[in-house]
């Protein structure tokens, strides 16, 4: 220890240290700037390689959805051969059919999902179902529940149970645009505690997509979950569910605490005014 602190006294260190400080903040700053330089010239060339496949997807997509050509037909293209081994190129072309998914409806809806799944999209959307990286899951269910993909329910209902709450909450979206009320029955036994953003967004995903069929809410409120029997509750409230007073009416006999069955008598108020 002495002879540290002598080392130390002496100043001898003062030069190597600052020596190797140096070298290590111009490495450190040449290897950032490289870095830097690499992802600009990887996001000039990607926003280049969208414009140039944008122009070919363009033409595909017209053919396919108002030309009525079959996609056996154009899958025979040699540009369309060459480019769809990239995976850009595929990353791409299932932006555009998401977009004018969600700008069409009836018949040319149909024509996209078909191609999606003719073409293999619909295999990197499972993928992407498959992977372990919860951004990547998301995106995966966010495909294949607009494409209406219905196979694809139960492995999506699944993924619904994990705690990664943007993971569950898009999950649980995707199960009600799939499956109306299906898409959330299985959360009566459910045991965590589903908190108030997420309810919010169930709420939030039946008004969305119009949800006709509300058969099975009632179902929400024979839970030994609390805040499933609130949700069930708030989703009635909210969707002004009338048919559903009996059962309400049942729950503020046997309501489990004091707050439920004044949430209870507050709906079914609301409901009979």
Excluded at 21 to 32: A, D, K, N, V
Excluded at 59 to 66: A, G
Excluded at 102 to 118: M, R, S, T
Aim: glycine fraction near 4%; aromatic fraction near 8%; proline fraction near 2%.
């Amino acid at each position: 220890m002495r002879k540290l602190w002598e080392l130390y006294k002496s100043g001898v260190w003062v030069e190597p240290f600052l020596t190797l400080s140096i070298i290590l903040f111009i490495t450190t700053s040449i290897i950032l700037y490289l870095l830097i330089i690499r992802s600009r010239s990887k996001n000039i060339r990607n926003e280049r390689l969208r414009i140039e496949y944008g122009n070919v997807i363009e033409k595909l997509m017209f053919s396919i959805v108002f030309e009525d050509i079959p996609f056996s037909t154009t899958s025979q293209n040699p540009e369309y051969v060459r480019l769809s081994k990239t995976t850009f190129f595929r990353e791409v072309l299932m932006e555009s059919i998401i977009n004018l998914h969600k700008n069409y409806e009836g018949v040319h809806a149909q024509k996209l999902e078909e191609f999606y799944k003719e073409s293999g999209l619909i295999n990197d959307s499972l993928k992407k179902l498959k992977n372990l990286k919860w951004e990547l899951k998301c995106k995966g269910i966010t495909e294949l529940a607009e494409l209406n993909i219905t196979d694809a329910f139960k492995s999506i209902i699944k993924v619904s149970k994990g705690r990664n709450k943007t993971l569950k909450i898009t999950a649980l979206n995707a199960g009600i645009k799939l499956a109306g009320t299906k898409g959330i029955i299985h959360l009566t036994k459910h045991t965590h505690p589903i908190d108030d953003w997420t309810q919010i967004n169930i709420i939030n995903a039946f008004k969305k997509h119009d949800i006709g069929d509300t058969e099975g809410v009632e179902l929400l409120l024979e839970s030994q979950n609390t805040t499933v029997v609130t949700l069930g509750l708030k989703l009635i409230k909210e969707l002004k569910l009338t048919q559903k007073i009996p059962y309400i009416t049942q729950l503020v006999n046997r309501a489990p605490n004091t707050l439920i069955k004044y949430e209870a008598q507050n709906v079914l108020q609301l409901l009979t005014v």
